[in-house]
C-alpha cells in the first residue's frame, strides 16, 4: 500500500553536512520526496510536535536541541514507507543501531541522533500537517 510519512533531518544532521547522503538513501530505495523544506523550528512549534513528552527529564533539552538550528522536513511516499524508512534509521540509541542504517552510520549520541521519522500513519497524517500545512496531507 502507498503511503506517506514525515521525515525530518535534525540539526546536528545539518550542521555535519550529511543531509544530500541522508536524501540519497530514501531515493535509492525508491521513495518519492513529495515535499521538502528547510526551515528552524520556534520553541513552540518544536513544543507541539514533540508534546508527548512534555514532563519528562529530557523534554528541555530535547527542545533546546531541535530549536538550535534549521532542520530539513521531508514527506517521503511509497509502500509501506513508514515502516521501511523508521528501519533504515536504526534505533534511537546510535551506539546500539546497526551499522548501514542513518544513525549507525553518522550518529553518536541518543540526544543528537540525526532524524525523525513518523511512527504510525496516525502520527504521519499529524506530523504532515503539522509541518506541511492540511492541504500537504493526502
Known amino acids: 500500500m502507498v503511503e506517506q510519512t514525515l521525515v525530518f533531518i535534525k540539526p546536528d ?12 538513501r530514501f531515493e535509492n ?4 520526496m513529495k515535499a521538502l523544506k528547510m526551515f528552524c523550528m520556534s520553541r513552540q512549534f518544536a513544543e507541539e510536535h514533540y508534546a508527548e513528552h512534555a514532563g519528562k ?19 517521503l511516499e511509497g509502500e509501506a514507507v513508514i515502516l521501511t524508512v523508521r528501519k533504515m534509521l536504526g534505533t534511537t540509541n546510535p551506539l546500539e543501531a546497526a551499522p ?7 550518529a553518536i549520541q541518543t540526544t543528537e541522533n540525526i532524524i525523525h521519522a513518523s511512527s504510525d500513519e496516525e502520527a504521519a497524517r499529524r506530523e504532515i500537517e503539522h509541518f506541511f500545512g492540511r492541504e500537504a496531507v493526502r
Do not use: Q, S
Open 13 to 24: 544532521g545539518v550542521e555535519k553536512g550529511i543531509v544530500g547522503r541522508i536524501i540519497t
Open 29 to 32: 530505495k525508491g521513495y518519492k
Open 57 to 75: 527529564p529530557f523534554f528541555n533539552a530535547l527542545i533546546d536541541f531541535v530549536t538550535r538550528g534549521p532542520v530539513v522536513a521531508l514527506i
Open 100 to 106: 548501514g542504517t542513518i544513525r549507525g552510520d553518522f
